[in-house]
């Protein structure tokens, strides 16, 4: 089985940084896009920022210029830098990553518990 643990959300004041961080363990060959996505009270789920294998990011239209999406592949972990916080923000922030198990299987699909991201105004 796969485990994504995140950390790293908590309470902060409009315009102020967070760095969530989410760690990828268990049976793992290796692990192909790993993302960042959020859910606000009585909202779907949403896209914030993905990043590839080789480091390719790619951000949602309303995160460009604020977040940063990196990964450490040694440590299987993603992280987002989120800076000028908004309270629009504010949202349970889940990690998803693509992981291979075993060479030459299929890929499979995998989701953090999540992590509370509030930004008060």
């Known amino acids: 089985q796969v485990q994504l643990v995140e950390s790293g959300g908590g309470l902060v004041q409009a315009g102020g940084s967070l760095r969530l961080s989410c760690a990828a363990s268990?049976?793992?060959?290796?692990?192909?896009?790993m993302g960042w996505y959020r859910q606000a009270p009585g909202k779907q789920r949403e896209l914030v920022a993905t990043i590839t294998s080789s480091g390719s990011p790619n951000y949602a239209d309303s995160v460009k210029g604020r977040f940063t999406i990196s990964r450490d592949n040694a440590k299987n972990t993603v992280y987002l830098q989120m800076n000028s916080l908004k309270p629009e923000d504010t949202a349970v922030y889940l990690c998803?990553?693509?992981?291979?198990?075993?060479?030459?299987?299929?890929?499979?699909?995998?989701w953090g518990q999540g992590t509370q991201v509030t930004v008060s105004s």
């Open positions: 268990g049976s793992i060959f290796s692990i192909y896009t």
């Open positions: 998803n990553a693509e992981v291979l198990k075993y060479y030459g299987g299929r890929t499979y699909y995998y």
